[in-house]
């Protein structure tokens, strides 16, 4: 049921039940999981997605190694989108200090697609602390559209909100 690696690409096909099961969710695993094909059916790939699950993965060797299923709200309207890594652990402060602290952004990845694409695939995604990440932090990963996509989403980007597709958060150990 597990692989060791997807030759198939970044792209899967997710069933309709399963989509909308998942529907906006960047799911993460710290194995990948077999292609939808090696499945009798949609449920069985559905039950192994949440047995397979996790919300936290540990370093090995200076990298935390992260296999992605992400599961977009709507079709993929571009044959790009970007996912963006944000810093959202607990902030560390005096509890005496009242004031908000935003997320930290930490990297910004472009991610290929094909135009109607429900769901994407990212095996083997590596993040390393040389690349911002640290050990014990929580990243909400959110997979958006590019900044230059017009339309209605365009002007949701001017009030300084992105066009989000799917988001999850894991926290790397």
Same mark, same amino acid.
């Given at each position: 049921?597990? /692989? =060791? ?5 970044? *792209? #899967?096909?997710?069933?309709? !039940?399963?989509? %909308?099961?998942? $529907? ?51 079709? /993929? =309207? ?5 996912? *963006? #890594?944000?810093?959202?652990? !607990?902030?560390? %402060?005096?509890? $005496? ?77």
């Amino acid at each position: 049921m597990v /692989a =060791a690696l997807l030759a198939g690409g970044p *792209r #899967a096909m997710a069933d309709d !039940a399963m989509w %909308r099961t998942f $529907r906006g969710r960047v799911m993460f695993s710290d194995v990948a999981l077999a292609p939808a094909a090696n499945f009798d059916s949609g449920a069985m790939m559905t039950s192994a997605l949440k047995r397979l699950e996790r919300s936290s993965v540990d370093q090995a060797n200076g990298f935390w190694r992260l296999h992605m299923l992400i599961f977009l709200d709507r079709p /993929a =309207a571009t044959d790009t989108l970007v996912l *963006r #890594a944000v810093d959202v652990s !607990a902030p560390r %402060r005096e509890p $005496r200090e009242a004031r908000a602290i935003e997320p930290r952004p930490v990297r910004v990845f472009e991610v290929p697609v094909g135009r109607g694409d429900r769901e994407i695939r990212l095996d083997d995604f590596v993040v390393t602390e040389a690349m911002g990440f640290e050990r014990g932090a929580s990243y909400e990963m959110r997979l958006e559209a590019p900044p230059e996509e017009g339309g209605a989403a365009a002007e949701t980007k001017k009030a300084g909100k992105a066009d989000v597709y799917a988001k999850g958060v894991i926290t790397l150990r």
